[in-house]
């Protein structure tokens, strides 16, 4: 048995993500993405598809990004 990191559920379908080296155990997407998933620069929304990286910053999109003052993204490419 292995138990969330984030709630402390105890589950049997448990599973571990390497993150950055270290192997972290949660019971559900849900609780990786709380405990994983980046947030955006701008508004805050957590980055759970492949988001914005700009000079090692993340945005949940190009919108964001722009108007945190990165220049040369564009999500209509
Ligand atoms: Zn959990
Ligand atoms: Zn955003």
């Given at each position: 048995m292995a138990k969330c990191e984030t709630c402390g559920n105890d589950?049997?379908?448990?599973?571990q993500i390497v993150h950055e080296g270290t192997?972290?155990?949660f019971d559900?997407?849900?609780c990786?993405?709380?405990?994983?998933?980046p947030t955006c620069a701008h508004c805050g929304t957590r980055?759970?598809?492949?988001?914005?990286e700009a000079d090692g910053t993340i945005?949940?999109?190009?919108h964001c990004a722009t108007h945190a003052g990165v220049r040369g993204i564009d999500d209509r490419v």
């Open positions: 589950y049997d379908k448990a599973f192997t972290r155990t559900s997407f849900e990786a993405i709380q405990a994983l998933a980055v759970i598809g492949h988001g914005c945005y949940c999109c190009a």
